[in-house]
Structure formats: structure tokens, C-alpha cells
């Protein structure tokens, strides 16, 4: 009976997804997608991951995790793996999964959404869980430490170099998004402000108010965090408290910054951990909603299957099908970051080894299903609406008139009526440009949930959803934070052993401090600058982010070749292939292209000849220079961090084939079993 219900699942899945895949012409109803994505995930966690979990990892509910031998009371804390499943779903559930799949929609909903499906349950969740197991048995260390150490110092130094460089990277872009996202919105802050008080209350009163009293604490806390998102709506009809939070770009980066230090410093137990638990709560909440609703509903996808940009044209981000849809849907499918947080903070709390698998794979699972519905929540708009949100004056025209006739003329019709009622409905004054993706989803998630609860509450949907975006973000930036902080202290070690003491407080201090400084620095430039700045860094964004992933996956696969497990290497062997080819050829097409909407140097020499000529209007010509500068750092970046990733790989290449020549390698740093009682 339970083959046939697994048979029948299946066929349910197949079905779906080539109902997805053929489908062609009429609108096709979200209701598909649902199930295509319900039945994937469903076979790839019964099945697959059990499998990976039981040959390739051999998972041990027996041996003590680093969280129960070392116990420090700051780092190393066995916790309760609910807490834990909360702490690195919130974690690693940044922007990536609802942005990525927004933008990409440009391209149509089906290359999207199967790179989603296909991606997580063959390498993403695989990456996380493997990465997470590897860790917990070397006592939590970071991947650059493991790249070291099982590997040797010139792949293990590269390694080491390019996560730390693409950390300050990931980190600089989710700190500026989360700002972007705050900025005059007194309802957001005044709600995303109140986390930190709730979570340091939760925090105490699970470990000293009442121990071990976890769903007390959950029920207490989920109470607190709604009244904090009702009392934002009430912060902000106040004329005189919605001032207090009416803040701008450079007074929230201040505080993200300074948040991001307290976090890093601060017992994990006593803001860490709880905040993001309580977070998950409004991020799990928020997303059930979302699927309760597209279920009642069940919308049509309005935008087709495939749409001319495939090509390259798109007036979002320039680029074809292959390779940039690959990039710009990351987390939902295979992230990087995923791997510094499975080597950072995670491992460091997980008390029982036998929860690797539902914390590594079902966050990341999980994860993956929040994409799904960012991108049925942003291909459910009118694909006219879509693109007049996220395309920007430069691809349309400057005026609302010029851009409803350009967006007409590519086939998607709207109106300057039917953008301004959208944008009256929403609580705003317009929504043209609103580039970036988080506006437009946020009209998405507004459209579903308003359809299900009500027309009349669209404004407060919309900007529940922009706050449910930030906090989104702001959780990732904390633990990312915590973990570049670990990933530091591993480097200065080798130059000051006593720095590598991940508990010896002074370490903890400076190398907090240095590492917020890094991407607090770049942050900053951001907020200061008219024309961006730091936004010219986010096309590295999904580019770094997948070299990451390429690196752990090559370690991943080093490591389980070392172990005798060559017959179970393709496991993270294929992701690693895929990614390796996706990331050097987006690299090759980001810096070579003479397309100026694609290509780093050409943007650049643009601008720099504009420059020379005196065409540029004399506010663009104020900062040309750094323009210049930001482009051509890209160039130099990509190529820098692609390198790193072919050292990498020619390393474990290196090192796996010693091992089956029988020579030398060096020796596995994982640390010696011993009972968990």
C-alpha cells in the first residue's frame, strides 16, 4: 500500500509537470504549479533525501554533536531542534527566494519554476544537509577551515579567501535591500524595531524564566509579534509616533549596521536563535496564507509559459534564458550563503545528529516552496502591471505615457489609469519603477490575500507584505553576520592561534567588529550615493552567490571521496558540474559583452566616454568616477572569485586522484565519535 501511494504521488507530479511544460496558449490555473511542486517535494524528502541521508551520509543518533561536547553557553548550545529547524530556515531564507523568482519572471513562468523544483530537491536541499553533516562532525567548523583542512592549503586558502570576499559581498547587498525596504515606512520599522525586545524577552525566559517550556515560549512570542504588526499599523496613523519611525536610508543603515554587530557579539541563546524562531513564525505564517489562498482562489497565471525576452532583450536585467535565470533564482534553488550558515551557526546547535536531514534538507525544501509562491504571486499579476513595476525609466521612457507604449508594443497592454487605480488601491502614490521586485510582489501577495479576506484591505496587505520582505531579510543578515564573524576568527587564527578561539571574547569583539566594518563600509557608500552605488554590485550578487555554492559542493565532494564513497560522489558531483558551468559562462558573458546592459567594462566605457564628451548631465557627471569605478570593480571581482572556484576545483581534483592512486592526502579532520550520553 505505501509503493502505491508513493506510485500515485508520482504520476500526480508527472502529470503536473508536464501539464506545466506542454501548456501552451490560454492561461493556465496556479493550482497546477501547487501540485507539481507539493508532489516533487514530497518524493524528494521521503525518498531521495532518506536515501542520501542513510548510504552516502550514514546519519548516527548515537554520537555527540559539538553543540553536547563542547557547551560553551555561547556558541555551542544544544538546542531544541524546532528552534533549530526556525533558527537556519530564518537564516537562510533571505531575499533570494522571493526576489530572484520576481525578476526571472521576465523570462516566462516555466524556465523559473522548474529550475526551482529541479534545483532544491537535486542540489540545494543536498548541498545543505551534506554541508551541515560534514560540519557537526568537525566540531562546526567553517567551510573555508574545512576546505583547509581537507584539502590542503592552496585549495583550502582560496576557499577560505573567496567565501570571505563574496560574504562581505552578500551581506553589503542584503543590508542595502533591507534598508531600501524600511526607509520612510514607519509601519515596517516600528514592527521590525519590536523583534529584537520580543526575541531577547523569549530568549531569557526559555533558559532562566521557564526552561525547557517551548511551546509556552512559542505561543508568548507568536502573540507578541502580531501585536507588534498590528501595532505598526497603529504606529503609523499616529501623526505624532509615526514620525520616530519615518526614518531615511543613512539613519537605517546605522542601525543595520549596528544591529548586525550586537547580533554577532551577543550569546547565540539570547537574540539569535529566538529572533529568527519568532520570525520563522510570520515567514511560515505568511507563506501558508499565501497557499490557503492560491488553493481558494486558484488565480490564473497571467504571464506565458515563455515570453520573447529568452533572448536577451528583457527590460528588467539583460541576459538570455541560459545563463541568467540560473543566476538570478539562487536561494530558491541552490545558495552559497546556505553553506557558510550549514558551517556557521547550525551546526554549533544541533543536539541530535539524526536531525542533520529534516534541518538541512527541509529548510532548504522549505525554502524552495517560498519561491514557488513568490513566483506565482508575481506571474498571477497582468504582465503589463508586472513589467510597468519593474521596469525601469532607462527600458521604457521616463514618463508614465512613454512607458505604457512601450510596454504595450511589446504585446502586454496597460494603461496610465490602470496603474494609477492600482497604485491608489495599494496606499501609493505611484507604482512605476518601482524596480527591484519587492514592490511587485508585494502588489502580488496583496492581490491573493485581498481576494481571499477582503478588497477593502489591499493597502494594509501591501504593506504587511513590504514588512514580511524586510524581515525576511534582516534575519539573514544577522546570522550571516554571526557566521562571517566565525569565518574570520578561522583566518586570523592561523596568523594569532588565540584568535581562533571562536569563545575568547576578545576575538568575538574584533573580529565582529571588522567584519561589519567590511560590509557596513559598502553599505554606506550605497546609501549615500544618488545613483546607487552598491546597486551596481548586485548583478555580482547571484553570480557569487552560486560560486559559493560551487565551492561547497566541491568540498563536499572531496570529502566523500576521502571517505571511500567515489561510487556516491556524483551526488554532489552533478550540482557541482552544472553550477561550475552556469557561473563561468554567466562570468565570461558579465565581463566580455559588448551589450552595455549586460557587460561590466562595456557599461563602463560608456559612462567613461559620455564623460570625455561632456554629454552627461552635470548630477551624472558628479559621480561618474565611482560609477566607473563600481563597474569595473565587477569585472575584477567576477574574474578574481571564478578563478578561486577552478583552484578549488582543480584541488579536490588533485586530491581525489591521489586517493585512488592509494598516495597520500591529507588526513580527514573530522573529530572522534563518542556516545551522546
Known sequence: MNKLVWLLIAVVGAFAIGGLAVHRGESINAMWIIVAAGCVYAIGYRLYSKWVAAKVLVLDAARATPAVRINDGRDFVPTNKWIVFGHHFAAIAGPGPLIGPTLAAQFGYLPGTLWILVGAVLGGCVQDMTVLFLSTRRNGRSLGQ????????????????????????????????????????????????????IALLIGIYMRDIRPGRVLEASVLGVALLLFAVVGGGWIDSHPTLRTFFDLDAITLAWFVIGYGFIAAVLPVWLLLAPRDYLSTFLKLGTVVLLAVSVIVMRPDIQMPALTQFIDGTGPIFGGTLFPFVFITIACGAISGFHALVSSGTTPKLIGNEADVR???????????????MAMIAATMLDPGVFFAINSGPGAVGATPEAAVATITSWGFPVTVEQMQALA????????FARTGGAPSLAVGMASIFASTFGQH??????????????????????AGTRVGRFMLQDALGHVWPKMGQTSWYPSVLISSALIVAGWGYFLYIGVIDPNGGINILWPLFGISNQLLAGIALCICTGILVKQGKVRYSWVTGVPLAWLTLVTTTATWEK???????????????????????????????????????????????????????????ADTARVCLRVVQGLPVPPSSEAPARGAA
Not at 161 to 180: D, E, K, P, R, S
Not at 459 to 475: G, P
Open 146 to 197: 574545512m576546505a583547509r583542512d581537507e584539502l590542503g592549503p592552496i585549495g583550502g586558502y582560496a576557499a577560505m579567501l573567496g567565501t570571505l570576499v563574496i560574504m562581505v559581498i552578500l551581506i553589503a547587498v542584503l543590508g542595502l535591500v533591507v534598508v531600501n525596504a524600511m526607509r520612510h515606512s514607519p509601519w515596517g520599522t516600528s514592527t521590525v524595531f519590536a523583534t529584537i525586545p
Open 358 to 372: 529534516m534541518i538541512g534538507y527541509g529548510s532548504m525544501m522549505l525554502e524552495s516552496g517560498v519561491a514557488i
Open 424 to 431: 491608489a488601491e495599494m496606499g501609493e502614490s505611484t507604482l
Open 457 to 478: 484591505m489591499m493597502a494594509l496587505w501591501y504593506h504587511f507584505a513590504i514588512m514580511f520582505e524586510a524581515v525576511f531579510i534582516l534575519t539573514t543578515l544577522d
Open 591 to 649: 565581463v566580455v559583452s559588448d551589450d552595455v546592459r549586460i557587460g561590466f567594462l562595456a557599461a563602463a566605457d560608456q559612462i567613461a566616454s559620455k564623460l570625455a564628451a561632456g554629454t552627461l548631465p552635470p548630477e551624472q557627471a558628479a559621480v561618474a568616477p565611482q560609477l566607473i569605478f563600481n563597474q569595473r570593480l565587477d569585472a575584477v571581482l567576477a574574474i578574481v572569485l571564478t578563478l578561486i572556484l577552478w583552484i578549488v576545483i
